[in-house]
């Protein structure tokens, strides 16, 4: 049986592939790793929401699309371990394409409520920690060591339109299911 875990962070230390060296757990690269984890839990859960709560021909392509953006995430975090390469501007403009599919027929008037179901309310919480990975990303990448990370132009470029493509889908899964509802200034 293979061991979960290894002690080896009881002390508050883990290893940094990018720096080939144990840091804490608590700098802001490894901070910038958590929130890229996050999320993509987050969006994991809305897959599942989805899978769960919407009908087929709806659920099929969110499932679809979401998937791409926890496989895209995973290569966002071996960036940040110093590989190069994995992500460019082809994914920008499929993020791209993928909230423009989702915004289709869709008008916005001022804010909306991040409500309607919960595959929408979750979409939008997936939005929300991408969007505070995307703080975090900046904070490390001002620190010495984020000098280090490679193709960080196209990390935040990548995270920017993730952002907006969850905020896309959850638009139009309240659309096609409660409506939206709009904030009121």
Do not use: W
């Not at 969007?131 to 960080?152: C, H, M, N, W, Y």
Request: hydrophobic share 40%; aromatic share 6%.
């Amino acid at each position: 049986m293979v061991r979960l875990y290894t002690r080896t962070g009881d002390s508050g230390e883990t290893m940094c592939m990018l720096l080939r060296r144990r840091i804490r757990k608590d700098h802001p690269l490894i901070e910038a790793l958590g929130s890229i984890d996050e999320a993509n839990s987050f969006i994991g859960l809305a897959r599942a929401t989805a899978r769960e709560e919407l009908d087929a021909s709806l659920a099929e392509r969110l499932v679809g699309d979401l998937e791409y953006l926890q496989r895209l995430l995973f290569r966002v975090g071996f960036t940040f371990s110093g590989k190069q390469g994995l992500i460019s501007g082809d994914d920008v403009s499929r993020l791209e394409e993928i909230a423009d599919s989702y915004m289709e027929g869709i008008e916005l008037r001022l804010f909306i409520l991040p409500s309607g179901t919960r595959t929408s309310a979750s979409l939008h919480v997936a939005r929300s920690v991408v969007r505070r990975a995307e703080r975090e990303i900046l904070r490390a990448f001002s620190t010495p060591e984020g000098q280090e990370v490679p193709d960080k132009e196209a990390i935040l470029r990548v995270v920017n339109r993730m952002s907006d493509a969850l905020f896309a889908m959850a638009a139009h899964v309240t659309v096609k299911t409660v409506g939206l509802e709009y904030v009121s200034i």
